[in-house]
Each structure stands twice: as structure tokens, then as C-alpha cells.
């Protein structure tokens, strides 16, 4: 098939409405960045979210090509590097606060260059101390470890749109500051954050939707200003 008329369409994004089995195959290659389906019967107008093993693998086996960064459940990542015969070349915990224990998720690179996180630093928690306190008035900030405290995405978060599982436009940003010079792809777009994010590190970036509520979204989110970082994050 010929790829649809974009939904969207501005100098760095292009968002496509429909499935990504039929369009990514028509797609440049690029890196795919993406929080795929979790497949726990969640109600979609579109999308059938409680496929058998057999359909759910390989719609992750189509969709999470490599080079890709899959955000997703840490038993998860463990099929796909079986199904992408791929052993990640990093994995990184995402650890966040929910309603029930402390929870997290595995962030995998596969098949990509080995992320780079040395430009990418984090506030110092025990800001009491006197040592701290003297690193903080220099200017210097933490690095990162192999695991990420970023709260989740709720109602009252300042990014929250109109879809359940949003992604923290931070752990996005990560992800791209960590990989540079790389062509983005997301085949589950969502809401519009890895867009947003790439178009905001001017980056050239391509997402699919199957939702068209969700193009809307995204559309608008990307079609409004970008804004810094540091004030996407407020409040993480």
C-alpha cells in the first residue's frame, strides 16, 4: 500500500490516523521510541487490547523494530528480545509511585548505539546536606543511575490530556537526549509526547495513531508553541 494523506504535517512532525502493521512497512527507516499497547483489555474505539500471546507477539515483533526504546513491563522486554532475537543493549528502571506498591518499567534500548546519558543530569534529593548544598551552589547536578524516579502522569499533572496511560514528557526526553542524531518513529503515538518532545530537541519524527481522538490530540499538542523543558517538567 501507498502511505495515507498525514493527519498532521508541520517541519519536523508527520502523524498518520491508522494502523501501524499497514504503515510502518511504508516508512523510512528510523528509531522507533514508543510505549506499545499492554494488552489488559483496556476499552479502545479502534484497537482490540486482549489479543491471544500469538497476536499480541507479533504485533510487537512488527511494531518494535529495531533500532527501537520500548517503554514497557519488564516481563515484556524479555519476550521481545526473545521475538527480535536482539539482547538489549541497555535497560533502564523506571521507578514511580501508584496506588498500590512501588511499582516500575523497563525502558530497552535494541539495536541502537549505546545510550549516552553524560549530558543528562538530575536534581540532588538530600538538598540538606552541607555537601550538597556546595555542589548545588556551583551549579552541578547528579548523574543518572540505571533506574529513573519519575512520577507518573495523573489528573492534576500539569501535561495530563485526555489519555489513560501518558507517558512523562521527561522519560521521553531521556530517551531522545540519550540517543542523538537518530530519525524518530512511534507506532502507538497516544497523546503525542515522544512527537512533541522530538519536535522540541528539533528532531525529525514520524507517529501513527490508530485512535483519531488521540491524532487530535496529538496534532494540537504539536501544533502549539514547544516550550522548555524545564517548564514541560515543572512539577515531576
Given at each position: 500500500?501507498?502511505?495515507?494523506?498525514?493527519?498532521?504535517?508541520?517541519?519536523?512532525?508527520?502523524?498518520?490516523?491508522?494502523?501501524?502493521?499497514?504503515?510502518?512497512?511504508?516508512?523510512?527507516?528510523?528509531?522507533?521510541?514508543?510505549?506499545?499497547?499492554?494488552?489488559?483489555?483496556?476499552?479502545?474505539?479502534?484497537?482490540?487490547?486482549?489479543?491471544?500471546?500469538?497476536?499480541?507477539?507479533?504485533?510487537?515483533?512488527?511494531?518494535?523494530?529495531?533500532?527501537?526504546?520500548?517503554?514497557?513491563?519488564?516481563?515484556?522486554?524479555?519476550?521481545?528480545?526473545?521475538?527480535?532475537?536482539?539482547?538489549?543493549?541497555?535497560?533502564?528502571?523506571?521507578?514511580?509511585?501508584?496506588?498500590?506498591?512501588?511499582?516500575?518499567r523497563g525502558i530497552g534500548w535494541f539495536g541502537t548505539t549505546q545510550p549516552d546519558f553524560s549530558s543528562i543530569k538530575q536534581e540532588y534529593k538530600n538538598k540538606s546536606d552541607k555537601r550538597?548544598?556546595?555542589?548545588?551552589?556551583?551549579?552541578?547536578?547528579?548523574?543518572?543511575?540505571?533506574?529513573?524516579?519519575?512520577?507518573?502522569?495523573?489528573?492534576?499533572?500539569?501535561?495530563?490530556?485526555?489519555?489513560?496511560?501518558?507517558?512523562?514528557?521527561?522519560?521521553?526526553?531521556?530517551?531522545?537526549?540519550?540517543?542523538?542524531?537518530?530519525?524518530?518513529?512511534?507506532?502507538?503515538l497516544g497523546s503525542g509526547t515522544t512527537l512533541y518532545c522530538a519536535k522540541k530537541l528539533n528532531r525529525k519524527c514520524i507517529g501513527i495513531e490508530i485512535e483519531e481522538k488521540y491524532c487530535?490530540?496529538?496534532?494540537?499538542?504539536?501544533?502549539?508553541?514547544?516550550?522548555?523543558?524545564?517548564?514541560?517538567?515543572?512539577?515531576?
Amino acid at each position: 500500500m501507498s502511505l495515507p494523506k498525514p493527519y498532521y504535517q508541520d517541519e519536523w512532525v508527520t502523524i498518520y490516523l491508522g494502523d501501524c502493521r499497514e504503515i510502518l512497512p511504508e516508512l523510512p527507516n528510523g528509531m522507533v521510541v514508543t510505549d506499545p499497547p499492554y494488552n489488559i483489555d483496556y476499552h479502545y474505539l479502534n484497537y482490540k487490547d486482549n489479543l491471544d500471546d500469538k497476536e499480541y507477539h507479533h504485533l510487537l515483533e512488527v511494531s518494535c523494530r529495531c533500532p527501537s526504546v520500548i517503554i514497557h513491563y519488564p516481563e515484556y522486554l524479555f519476550r521481545l528480545s526473545w521475538l527480535l532475537e536482539e539482547i538489549p543493549r541497555k535497560v533502564i528502571a523506571w521507578c514511580y509511585n501508584s496506588n498500590t506498591a512501588r511499582q516500575w518499567r523497563g525502558i530497552g534500548w535494541f539495536g541502537t548505539t549505546q545510550p549516552d546519558f553524560s549530558s543528562i543530569k538530575q536534581e540532588y534529593k538530600n538538598k540538606s546536606d552541607k555537601r550538597i548544598k556546595k555542589l548545588i551552589k556551583e551549579g552541578k547536578r547528579a548523574r543518572l543511575y540505571d533506574w529513573w524516579e519519575i512520577n507518573q502522569v495523573k489528573n492534576v499533572s500539569v501535561e495530563k490530556t485526555e489519555h489513560p496511560c501518558q507517558i512523562p514528557q521527561e522519560i521521553i526526553r531521556r530517551i531522545l537526549v540519550s540517543t542523538p542524531n537518530e530519525f524518530i518513529i512511534d507506532p502507538f503515538l497516544g497523546s503525542g509526547t515522544t512527537l512533541y518532545c522530538a519536535k522540541k530537541l528539533n528532531r525529525k519524527c514520524i507517529g501513527i495513531e490508530i485512535e483519531e481522538k488521540y491524532c487530535e490530540i496529538a496534532a494540537k499538542r504539536c501544533s502549539q508553541q514547544v516550550f522548555d523543558f524545564e517548564e514541560m517538567t515543572n512539577g515531576h
